[in-house]
């Protein structure tokens, strides 16, 4: 079975170029099923969730062609019928999407409930509220949904909660509806802002994008585009943080600066020192570490999928640290397997206490989701022994040769798929 090892490690020093977001590159790629001709999208991540995507798109008829590295054409002409089955969209977080991309063009849909990361469910209450409010009807059954609407019609929605799943995929069945829609209290993160800058391209009307309040003018079509995805301010965030973990320096490049302001104030507050360019972000531990209080909110709050790996870099921070989820208050899965390596964590109502400054014991540990699994293997490079991470399908949902960019940094780490060829890299690294 696969799994990584993680043995101690010297402290990372280096750069890591930072791949497209995953989480703008799922909704762009339904958005893109919105043109009337193929649309090219660049700076794609290679990760399992592209792989899963493609799936889907074969029982659709959706044409998804890998063309150079990292570049994906789709042309969605030929779709034929509107369904994701059950058991694919179980194992996608956000096939959700296609409803907003394909309700408007083929009047019907049918998607499977979501799924993903296994720390919470995902509801949909909210893109339900939205799609009816513009003349959809959902029929709800055991395994699955089906959306319809003759037409949809734009509708002044205020979401009940932000949320950036429901923003983008409304704002994609506004894009070609009839009429005006404006969503209020919309999500402002980066990656909405992205959606919109692509579907802007393809020729529709979106003002708003990036503020709490979007206003989105109906058009009847959508042309093609070449566009590039931003990069994954949650990956970067993640390698800053693995700086500080091992004492070292890491510069992650091709990035937005401003799309980590919360996450480098945090550092700064815990005692790493950031030095940003346009493009590069870099973190220097500086070995003084300060516990803190963190508590997750929407963009431009601090990002809760990077509260899992702050824990391992508190964990270094002597004295208490509170972290507070109110957005996923179940996202603590990793506090139980830390606690296995002798972390002192204890977690109540969505808030994790711990106790920094102790030393940390190699252990076999499981990863319930992709940015557990990041936080679980930063902790195994500063534990005394080897650490074993299971669930590693988890992780390479999300990240994009994650394992070769660390060793790249000097982490000792790597995959195993079998016992012999764990010990015979264990055997190669004590040399």
Request: hydrophobic share 45%; net charge neutral.
């Amino acid at each position: 079975m696969k799994r990584i090892i993680v043995q101690p490690s010297p402290a990372l020093s280096g750069s890591v170029r930072i791949p497209g977001a995953k989480n703008s590159t799922l909704a762009l790629i339904a958005a893109a099923c919105l043109a009337d001709e193929p649309v090219r999208l660049c700076d794609i991540p290679s990760i399992a969730d592209i792989q899963i995507i493609e799936q889907i798109a074969e029982g659709m008829g959706l044409v998804i062609q890998r063309e150079a590295v990292g570049q994906l054409l789709i042309d969605a002409r030929a779709v034929h019928a509107a369904v994701i089955e059950p058991a694919k969209a179980s194992a996608f977080r956000t096939a959700y999407y296609f409803v907003g991309a394909l309700l408007a063009k083929h009047g019907r849909v049918s998607v499977g409930y979501p799924g993903g990361d296994d720390f919470v469910s995902r509801p949909i209450d909210q893109h339900v509220k939205a799609l009816t409010a513009m003349g959809a009807r959902f029929t709800f059954h055991a395994d699955h949904y089906v959306v319809e609407a003759a037409s949809l019609v734009g509708a002044d929605i205020y979401f009940d909660m932000i949320t950036s799943g429901a923003t983008m995929n409304v704002m994609m069945a506004a894009a070609r509806a009839k009429g005006r829609t404006v969503l209020r209290n919309a999500a402002r993160d980066p990656e909405v802002v992205d959606t919109a800058n692509l579907l802007i391209q393809m020729g529709a009307r979106i003002r708003g994008a990036g503020t709490d309040t979007i206003v989105i003018d109906g058009v009847s079509n959508l042309k093609g585009c070449t566009y590039h995805v931003i990069p994954d301010r949650l990956i970067a965030g993640a390698f800053l943080m693995a700086a500080g973990v091992t004492g070292g320096s890491v510069t992650v490049m091709d990035v937005i600066p401003e799309h980590l302001g919360s996450c480098l104030a945090k550092l700064t507050e815990i005692g790493l020192h950031i030095e940003t360019t346009s493009s590069t972000i870099t973190a220097h531990a500086t070995g003084v570490y300060r516990a803190t209080r963190v508590r997750t909110a929407m963009y431009p709050g601090f990002a809760t999928d990077l509260q899992q790996p702050l824990t391992s870099l508190l964990l270094k921070a002597p004295g208490r640290s509170l972290i507070s989820d109110r957005i996923y208050p179940n996202r603590f899965q990793h506090a139980a397997q830390l606690r296995r390596m002798g972390a002192d964590i204890e977690v109540r109502s969505g808030v994790a206490r711990l106790n920094g400054g102790k030393p940390l014991t190699g252990a076999l540990v499981h990863a319930s989701d992709i940015r557990a699994g990041i936080a679980l293997i930063m902790a195994g490079m500063i534990a005394e022994g080897k650490t074993t991470v299971m669930g590693v399908h988890h992780i390479e949902r999300g990240y994009e040769n994650m394992i070769e960019d660390f060793r790249l940094l000097g982490a000792n780490i790597a995959v195993c798929q079998s016992d012999d060829e764990e010990l015979r890299w264990l055997a190669s690294s004590a040399t």
